[in-house]
């Protein structure tokens, strides 16, 4: 098993930043890939962002079209987190932030197999 705790949300202005974590623990040794994704208020789920690595290094990462110029995300292998760099942030960023962890394609939903309780990001106008 693998337990995920993100932290980091909280409410901003338009135009402002925020930075998320998400620490993994357990069998991490298991995974090759940790997500985001959000969940707007009364919508789906979507992805964010996600960074793959193959044999514990070999990164890449993958962003949705609406983040992949405001948002980055890295890895710190030594302390199992992943972080997401939130810049220019707008009203539509609003909603809870999910952490994932897992392997397979980045940006399909069935690839993670473990979720963080997510973590509320408001974004005011």
């Known amino acids: 098993q693998v337990q995920l705790v993100e932290s980091g949300g909280g409410l901003v202005q338009a135009g402002g930043s925020l930075r998320l974590s998400c620490a993994a623990s357990?069998?991490?040794?298991?995974?090759?890939?940790m997500g985001w994704f959000r969940q707007p208020p009364g919508k789906e789920r979507e992805f964010v962002a996600a960074?793959?690595?193959?044999?514990?290094?070999?990164?890449?990462?993958s962003y949705s079209d609406s983040v992949k110029d405001r948002f980055a995300i890295s890895r710190d292998k030594a302390k199992n987190t992943v972080y997401l760099e939130m810049n220019d942030l707008k009203p539509l960023d609003t909603g809870v932030y999910f952490c994932?962890?897992?392997?397979?394609?980045?940006?399909?939903?069935?690839?993670?197999?473990?979720w963080g309780q997510g973590t509320q990001v408001t974004v005011s106008s």
């Open positions: 994932a962890a897992g392997g397979g394609p980045a940006t399909w939903s069935k690839s993670y197999s473990y």
């Open positions: 357990g069998r991490t040794v298991s995974i090759s890939l």
């Open positions: 960074i793959r690595w193959i044999r514990n290094s070999d990164e890449a990462a």
